[in-house]
């Protein structure tokens, strides 16, 4: 059976936080989520003015999910940022990742310009890059570290 994307419903939250953790706590990001903190950061994306996502499931089974929001731009239109998009580690480069971001994407009605924020030099990049997705011109991405107490 193929998987279906589905629109995202508050439902999914539980196993997006467990694939969440499972997907980026491994290579090769190496982060340490834990369910706490990954449920705070997916709760609060849910909760954006202007969220929209999707999952693929399999069966009852999360696969895949992404999630993101729109931002009124200057023109009227809307631009999208793509906030998170994570595939379980064993159906990663098998095509479902490409199947969900490009359906959801093409779903998004009156978006002119989707965006989004990844390391330059790993798979993630490459991965967008034969979507579509290229380096802005325009805009760069600058960071400033501040103490935390």
């Not at 059976?1 to 090769?28: G, Q």
């Not at 093409?106 to 993630?124: E, F, H, K, Q, S």
């Amino acid at each position: 059976m193929t998987p279906s994307v589905v629109a995202w419903d508050a439902a999914l939250l539980a196993p997006a936080v467990e694939l969440y953790v499972d997907v980026f706590n491994a290579e090769p990001w190496n982060d340490r989520w834990t369910p706490t903190s990954a449920g705070r950061r997916l709760a609060d994306l849910q909760s954006t003015p202007g969220f929209e996502g999707a999952a693929l499931l399999d069966d009852t089974t999360l696969v895949a999910f992404v999630g993101g929001y729109r931002q009124r731009w200057w023109d009227d239109s809307d631009h999208f940022y793509v906030a998170e998009l994570a595939v379980r580690r064993r159906a990663q480069r098998t095509g479902h990742g490409t199947r969900l971001l490009t359906s959801f994407l093409a779903g998004l009605d009156g978006v002119t310009t989707c965006y989004l924020l990844t390391a330059t030099d790993g798979p993630a990049a490459a991965f967008y890059r034969t979507l579509g997705f290229t380096a802005s011109r325009r805009q760069g991405l600058l960071t400033l570290r501040t103490a935390v107490e």
